[in-house]
């Protein structure tokens, strides 16, 4: 391995943590989605952390109905670190298709979901709540 891919893979592991940090601090004061606490509507990956949550109690069935995708993330993860190894047709293939499935998913979250994991309400973003504090003085 070259000195640019250590580089590469170097600096994938350390934004992975510094993610991992971030929505954990996050998190720790209640803002559990950054996306949804600023916009009001979740994300795609809404969900995620609570089925892999479930998943690590062995509740497979509870996993999928948070995040039906939640089992993805660390293999794009094990194939970004392996990018070099991989022919770069089937790489740009294998992230296309996980970005599509994403949004697949997320749209289809959007449209029929009836329960508090995927919303859609941009009355709810963080604008809004700040207008409703002051105009409740």
């Excluded at 000195?3 to 601090?25: F, G, S």
Aim: glycine share 4%; hydrophobic share 55%; proline share 4%.
């Amino acid at each position: 391995m070259d000195n640019k891919q250590k580089k590469d893979r170097k600096e994938l592991i350390c934004a992975v943590t510094a993610v991992v940090i971030l929505y954990t601090a996050m998190e720790s004061i209640g803002i559990t989605c950054p996306i949804k606490f600023i916009t009001g509507i979740s994300c795609a990956g809404c969900g995620m952390s609570r089925a892999w949550l479930a998943f690590l109690r062995l509740d497979m069935a509870k996993a999928f109905e948070y995040h039906p995708l939640f089992w993805l993330p660390p293999i794009a993860v094990i194939v970004l670190l392996c990018k070099s190894k991989i022919n770069i047709k089937i790489y740009k293939i294998f992230i296309f298709t996980i970005i599509l499935m994403f949004a697949i998913v997320y749209i289809c979250r959007l449209i029929w979901s009836g329960d508090d994991i995927v919303v859609f309400e941009p009355q709810n973003n963080i604008l809004f709540r700040i207008i409703r504090v002051i105009n409740s003085k």
